[in-house]
């Protein structure tokens, strides 16, 4: 009996972030989470690749006919680099776009994308095809339906992609509170970002620590 293979841990040196398809058009058309949610945790994810210096690959489809630009709360993040435009669904089907993620040459590709059923299903199951591991922030994505993202996710796993949240990747990339180069631009996402777990690291600074409140705390942060 064969084994399933194991996916090792996340590390900012050994992934490639991927943005797909975060636009206007494509978010009008998610139902299957809050859509204030998903910018909060797409924009999460987003500030945790720059964090630690993981590479990020944006791309976008049909930008000026249909879809919309790219949420700028993802392009300010990046300056300079600009999304790959696309005519296909399939990020996959794009000559730039595989070839960017071969120039980057990192095998564990963390996706996340509008829609599931689509633009992460489709790419994730011809990178998984090509040698690559695929993690899918399924926090980050959206479907039509919640049964069309439910299902796309189910289909994106069984042919062999790890369902992941954007904290999961966040403190996956952190996993030691002594790496204190990037503790504090953590700790600040965490309070922007994290919803009851920020109020639970606010409350633990300013009543057991004794440290002045967020944001004052984190005047002169470099980050």
């Known amino acids: 009996m064969s084994q399933a293979p194991i996916h090792g841990l996340l590390t ?18 998610v139902t299957s989470i809050d859509r204030q949610t998903l910018v ?32 700028p709360q993802l392009t300010e993040l990046f300056p300079g680099q600009k999304p790959i435009e696309r005519t296909s669904m399939n990020s996959w089907e794009d000559k730039k776009f595989v070839a960017e993620v071969e120039r980057l040459g990192r095998k564990k590709l963390v996706i996340a994308a509008l829609w599931t059923e689509v633009c992460l299903a489709f ?6 095809e090509a040698g690559y591991e695929v993690y899918a922030v399924e926090d980050a994505c959206g479907g039509t339906t919640v049964l069309a993202h439910d299902n796309a996710m189910k289909r994106v796993i069984q042919a062999g992609a790890v369902p992941v949240s954007w ?15 990037t503790y504090d631009a953590v700790m600040k996402l965490v309070l922007e970002h994290c919803g009851a777990y920020g109020q639970g690291v606010e409350y633990a600074y ?18």
């Open 167 to 181: 904290l999961q990747v966040l403190l996956e990339f952190q996993r030691d509170w002594a790496k204190r180069e």
């Open 40 to 71: 909060n945790n797409t924009v999460g994810l987003a500030k945790a690749a720059k964090i630690f210096n993981a590479p990020v690959i944006l791309t976008t489809v049909e930008t000026e006919s249909f879809s919309g630009y790219m949420w």
């Open 206 to 223: 300013t009543m057991v620590h004794k440290q002045p409140p967020y944001p004052e705390r984190l005047k002169g942060s470099s980050h």
């Open 12 to 29: 900012p040196e050994n992934c490639t972030v991927i943005f797909i398809d975060h636009q206007p058009q494509m978010t009008f058309g």
């Open 123 to 128: 790419p994730a199951i011809q990178a998984m």
